[in-house]
């Protein structure tokens, strides 16, 4: 399985843009990124998905490297409610098995 | 609003003792997952079930983990017996599998977590 990393933690400031950043070197041509995270005491949600195009939905954007070795997850303006820890997911297009990594915990600032 | 729900929220029990967990998917799905979290070893796929037949459980512990899904609305996570190291929260996720294309997400739904604690 194709392995992620993450910074381990970042702050940001209240109504900024974050961006959130994983490298995935090992990825191959049919693995999916997808990210999800975990807001405190509750289980982790979808938040976005892709697997070249850069992707935009109603909570975040997703960039994707054109060499697809990292990608960004962009939360546009920050709210207090945003602070979770971030995982970025690899899956392979014909599984529907996740390896969650140790993700990025985000602080925001009021 | 359909929700994967679990249940005990909580178990507090004795080493030795035999703990069940359960989990029902939200309607219509046909993937079932469980999953163990704790500080030490973050998120981990314990198995997962299609159409409730278990399609890998590679990530439990066999000599006491078992994992069943009596019938599509109703998943199961029996431990016994119970150990101090299987304290965790133990989470379920359900979800619709299909083949990906435009549209597909093959997002997992998690429920809200069985925080174990054995003593």
């Known amino acids: 399985d194709a392995k992620t990393t993450q910074p381990n933690s970042m702050e940001s400031n209240e109504e900024e843009p974050v961006h959130l950043p994983c490298n995935h070197s090992?990825?191959?041509?049919?693995?999916?990124i997808h990210w999800y995270r975990q807001l405190p005491s509750q289980g982790p949600e979808y938040v976005i998905h892709?697997?070249?195009s850069n992707v935009n939905n109603r909570m975040a954007s997703l960039a994707i490297a054109e060499d697809r070795k990292s990608s960004t997850l962009i939360l546009h303006r920050a709210t207090l409610r945003d602070a979770a820890v971030y995982y970025c997911?690899?899956?392979?297009?014909?599984?529907?098995?996740?390896?969650f990594g140790t993700g990025t915990r985000l602080k925001v600032l009021a | 609003d359909a929700r994967v729900t679990q249940t005990p929220r909580d178990k507090v029990t004795e080493m030795g003792q035999e703990v069940t967990m359960r989990c029902q998917p939200i309607?219509?799905?046909?993937?079932v997952f469980w999953y163990r979290q704790t500080m030490m070893q973050g998120l981990e796929l314990l198995a997962y079930?299609?159409?409730?037949?278990?399609?890998?459980d590679s990530g439990m512990p066999k000599d006491r983990f078992s994992a069943e899904m009596p019938d599509a609305t109703l998943a199961t996570l029996k431990i016994q017996p119970s150990e101090p190291r299987d304290s965790a929260v133990y989470f379920c996720?359900?979800?619709?599998?299909?083949?990906?294309?435009?549209?597909?997400?093959?997002?997992?739904?998690f429920g809200p977590g069985t925080r174990l604690t054995v003593l």
């Open positions: 996720a359900s979800g619709l599998w299909a083949q990906s294309g435009q549209g597909v997400h093959n997002e997992q739904f």
């Open positions: 090992t990825i191959s041509g049919t693995d999916y």
């Open positions: 892709g697997l070249t």
């Open positions: 997911i690899l899956r392979d297009v014909g599984t529907y098995k996740y390896i």
């Open positions: 309607l219509g799905h046909n993937t």
């Open positions: 079930f299609r159409n409730r037949a278990p399609l890998d």
